[in-house]
């Protein structure tokens, strides 16, 4: 597997609801620690001076403006759910940036979602000033951007089939709840992995953090990283002291470099 110099940013690192939840009192959704504060997941990426950027869920606009995201080359999109998807209307400045349309990479299945709900942008006679994309459909063979293998992760959201993907000696998952051997084999030698851990307690639709742990254990990661947690993951300080030396709870904003 090729080797990169990478940078990468949590844009975000929570649920559906985001954390705080809406409505809720508990310890971590009043907690102090910008830690324990998460956006909906969404991650950047740096390879050998290529950005990229994991999902536009709902917060992608301040999350561009939070980190300062100017240049951004192509979207990676794992699936179709709206904490995934919904912030996708803000890639316009970078369309009026760049002069040019935002390549999209996305499967099939989750293409056709991005026409159905972004479907102005599609129009025979767009509105002037929308989105502008470039959708590339992908499926689980490895394509090439801008001289950057990228090697797209099958794996299952309780029954949706969706997409992690792998760029050199880094790999992301979010939302998983199983692994199929074939992929499995595809993480081999992976330096680095991002992997979702809603909570400790099971959950029928995301790994809860022991189903992660046994996954990151059978791959061996130099280090890994949980995203997409909950509320309910506990707070940051706390949870952080029951994970492995190499394993560490991520947030908003933490980096990496590899």
Do not use: W
Request: glycine content about 6%.
């Amino acid at each position: 597997m090729e080797r990169y110099s990478i940078h990468g940013i949590f844009l975000g690192t929570g649920t559906s609801q985001g954390v705080p939840v809406i409505g809720c009192h508990c310890a971590v959704c009043e907690s102090s620690d910008p830690r324990d504060s998460r956006l909906r997941t969404a991650f950047y990426l740096d390879v050998n001076g290529v950005h990229f950027v994991i999902d536009t869920g709902c917060d992608f606009r301040q999350q561009m403006l939070t980190h300062k995201i100017e240049s951004l080359d192509a979207l990676l999109i794992t699936h179709e759910h709206k904490d995934h998807l919904a912030g996708l209307d803000d890639i316009r400045p970078f369309n009026f940036m760049r002069m040019q349309p935002m390549p999209i990479f996305a499967e099939k299945r989750v293409a056709d979602a991005i026409r159905r709900e972004f479907s102005y942008v599609f129009s025979d006679h767009p509105y002037p000033g929308v989105p502008m994309m470039d959708i590339h459909e992908i499926t689980e063979q490895a394509f090439d951007y801008k001289g950057i293998k990228i090697q797209p992760l099958r794996v299952k959201h309780l029954e949706l089939p969706i997409f992690g993907y792998r760029v050199g000696q880094f790999a992301y998952i979010t939302d998983a709840s199983s692994i199929s051997d074939e992929t499995m084999k595809l993480l081999e030698n992976v330096e680095v992995l991002v992997i979702n851990a809603l909570r400790f307690k099971p959950h029928y639709s995301h790994f809860c953090v022991a189903q992660a742990l046994e996954i990151i254990e059978k791959i061996k990661p130099k280090q890994a990283y949980l995203t997409h947690c909950s509320h309910d993951i506990g707070l940051y300080v706390e949870t952080s002291r029951e994970l492995p030396e190499n394993v560490h709870l991520a947030y908003d904003g933490l980096t990496i470099e590899l």
